[in-house]
């Protein structure tokens, strides 16, 4: 069993950048009534352009029954829940290890590096609606990799 731990930047960043507004604005804009946390990932589009998208995630059942990982090896991949609602954010060094699960608390958003093993969008108690920034160009940009024996991943005891 693997139980979610909290996502925090320092946890997360071999496999990408949590995206969160926390602490002060890194600058104003508006005339000074907007504070811009400004520059907060990575991305890599790899020779395609940026794509913005928006999603609808429908909840999985815990106990989850992790049975794939994918990664993206032409570009970068991020999640912005549109909600305050936590999600999950799954991640593996490779198919062959144990992966690693995070909580979100609900205002932070995730961006993959390039390549990063990362579980599907993983929304817990109702349907959630999530801003896209990925790859949109040529090329295979998915590899999937389905465990013989899935993972099964808790949520932490409250």
Known sequence: MITAQPLTAAAFAPYG???????????????????????LAQTDFGGGKAGISLAHGTPYAMPLSLTMIERHPLGSQMFMPLNSAPFLVIVS?????????FL?????????????WHGVLTP???????????????????????????????????
């Open 17 to 39: 950048d949590v995206i969160e507004a926390q602490g002060d604005p890194s600058f104003f804009i508006n005339a000074g009534q907007c504070g811009r946390f400004h520059d």
């Open 93 to 101: 060094d490779s198919p062959e290890a144990t992966p690693k699960v």
């Open 104 to 116: 979100t608390n609900g205002a932070q958003g995730i961006n993959y590096h390039r390549g990063t």
């Open 124 to 158: 817990l108690n109702a349907p959630q609606p999530f801003l896209i920034v990925d790859r949109i160009g040529e090329g295979n940009n998915l590899e999937e990799h389905f465990f013989e024996t899935p993972f099964s991943v808790s949520l932490p005891h409250a």
